[in-house]
């Protein structure tokens, strides 16, 4: 895994450099010098989807947000019952590149007729009309407390938390991926929701485990006591 990566593509964006490497059987993507993502540590990716799965069953509708590698796409499109998976990514060289070397990663995922592709930025998808789903998943960045793009800390303010309110349908529920656990994040959903769990998952090639935060139903007096749910 150490060894030298290979330079498929580099090009210049309106959001600075990206670069698509490859490092013997995987690939990374580097964003301003920054590591993004890669293809050797998707298991937390994959536990956006289904550790949502395990309180709400039910899941037919899905958003995601971020294409990344594909793997939260792939993983939606796998639950049992999914019906439709949109999901946004506003990087059109990260759409190219999962259409062409990461297809065969994610078992073509954008290829599935379920998939309706979104080029935009998040934070403005999601001022616009919204629709009802039943798991809103955000694989956005490297989480709340590591931004490659200082924009993206929107995201996870208490505005934007009211912005992905609005595209939850009843019961359903919010997922957040972190690449580091964030205290701070974290305390902000616990006073605004009813369930909130926060669930290590191992990552590859580090001593840090990433963190899927999970939020489901309004905060009220009475749940100040409620137990705490289990990942």
């Known amino acids: 895994m150490y060894e030298?990566?290979?330079?498929?593509?580099?090009?210049?964006?309106?959001?600075?450099?990206?670069?698509?490497?490859?490092?013997?059987?995987?690939?990374e993507v580097i964003s301003n010098g920054c590591f993004l993502m890669a293809t050797y540590n998707g298991e937390s990716e994959r536990a956006l989807v289904d550790l949502a799965l395990r309180r709400?069953?039910?899941?037919?509708?899905?958003?995601?947000?971020?294409?990344?590698?594909?793997?939260?796409?792939?993983?939606?499109?796998?639950?049992?019952?999914?019906?439709?998976?949109?999901?946004?990514?506003?990087?059109?060289?990260?759409?190219?590149?999962?259409?062409?070397?990461?297809?065969?990663v994610n078992g073509r995922a954008l290829e599935d007729p379920r998939t309706r592709l979104v080029v935009d930025d998040l934070a403005r998808f999601l001022l616009g009309r919204p629709e009802p789903y039943d798991l809103v998943a955000l694989d956005t960045d490297n989480g709340p407390e590591w931004t490659v793009f200082a924009g993206n800390q929107r995201l996870w303010s208490p505005e934007g938390?009211?912005?992905?309110?609005?595209?939850?349908?009843?019961?359903?529920?919010?997922a957040f991926w972190s690449a580091n656990p964030a205290p701070a994040f974290e305390a902000l959903l616990r006073r605004r929701y009813r369930e909130v769990a926060a669930c290590a998952v191992g990552a590859a090639l580090s001593d840090i485990d990433d963190v899927v935060y999970l939020a489901r139903g309004p905060a009220g007096p009475a749940d100040l006591e409620a137990p705490e749910p289990s990942c």
């Open 4 to 27: 030298r990566p290979s330079v498929i593509e580099r090009a210049v964006t309106p959001r600075g450099e990206i670069q698509l490497q490859r490092r013997g059987e995987h690939y």
């Open 56 to 104: 709400h069953p039910g899941i037919r509708r899905v958003l995601v947000g971020g294409l990344g590698v594909g793997y939260t796409l792939r993983a939606a499109l796998d639950a049992p019952g999914v019906e439709r998976v949109t999901v946004v990514e506003i990087e059109p060289k990260v759409v190219e590149w999962n259409r062409g070397p990461l297809a065969e």
């Open 161 to 174: 938390l009211e912005r992905l309110n609005r595209w939850l349908a009843p019961g359903g529920v919010l």
